[in-house]
């Protein structure tokens, strides 16, 4: 009964999203992570299309898009990939994909050459290409930002930064998504343990330092990421209670992100407005 059941949605829902004007897309929606909401918002202004949000890629047989986040291995048969990666190194996509156009990183397009999959030696996170679609002019406020993944919110380290009038600490699952981007503009630097955090932080110009509260954030998706820019970090500076502001500010270092963001746009699968056709 469950595999008619199946069988008849997916009909309903391939006939349902069949239609030009849409761009299908799967993103993790329950969370509320920038990481995952941000999405729909980059495509719909890049493609100039409106997008529809399908469930988990293996219950649709339509083709469905996966961009931002890590979120590689939930691919299908029926997934086209821009920009995705994997979480960490022993992750598999649940199918074989049906065509990869870019990837975050290096390190994800190595475990997809290992699993049979062909990936070109584009990369790049899409929320790279940010400053395409929104550009607001901020004031700075904050000597230093501090973006807590959303499993470290409740830190207590956390807490003795609330009153502070020169330290933001910046929620990366505030429900206006644009809003966090603003809060990042707002800070001179970014201390961060969420990847988007530091992506976004990238995205601006702003520079950011790489931080650890727990064992529950995988270092792999951030190595990915920092070999596709060429940022030289190796690893975290590990927050302790007794971790000072100095011991912060000392890990910051002169860095530029190096990496061809025409070759990312040029390799969307989608066609682009026309404003957005370069960056």
């Given at each position: ?6 069988s ?18 799967f993103?993790?929606?329950g ?26 890629p ?58 049979g999959?062909?990936?070109p ?104 990421y ?10 975290p500076?590990?927050?302790?209670e ?38």
């Amino acid at each position: 009964m469950k595999i008619l059941f199946r069988s008849v949605l997916n009909k309903a829902v391939d006939i349902f999203y069949n239609d030009e004007k849409y761009l299908k897309i799967f993103f993790s929606k329950g969370i509320q992570n920038f990481g995952d909401v941000v999405t729909p918002i980059l495509i719909e202004k890049l493609s100039g299309k409106k997008i529809r949000y399908i469930g988990k890629p293996k219950y649709f047989k339509n083709t469905n898009l996966l961009a931002i986040g890590s979120i590689l291995h939930l691919a299908s048969k029926d997934s086209i990939v821009w920009g995705s990666g994997f979480m960490d190194p022993e992750k598999k996509c649940y199918e074989k994909p049906k065509k990869v156009f870019a990837v975050r990183g290096p390190k994800t397009r190595e475990l997809l050459l290992s699993q049979g999959v062909q990936c070109p030696e584009v990369y790049g996170d899409p929320a790279l290409l940010l400053p395409l679609i929104y550009a607001p002019k901020i004031i700075k406020k904050y000597e230093l930002g501090i973006i807590p993944h959303y499993t470290d919110k409740n830190n207590v380290w956390l807490v003795q930064f609330n009153n502070l009038e020169n330290i933001k600490i910046i929620d990366v699952q505030n429900k206006n998504t644009l809003h966090f981007i603003d809060d990042i503009l707002s800070c001179e630097k970014i201390a961060s343990s969420s990847l988007h955090g530091i992506i976004t932080a990238d995205a601006y110009g702003i520079p950011s330092t790489w931080i650890e509260f727990s064992d529950k954030v995988h270092g792999f998706k951030f190595m990915d990421y920092f070999l596709s820019v060429k940022r030289t970090d190796t690893k975290p500076l590990k927050v302790t209670e007794g971790t000072t502001l100095d011991a912060i500010n000392s890990t910051f270092y002169d860095y530029k992100t190096d990496i061809d963001l025409n070759k990312l746009l040029d390799s969307a699968p989608f066609s682009l407005k026309y404003k957005y056709s370069k960056v």
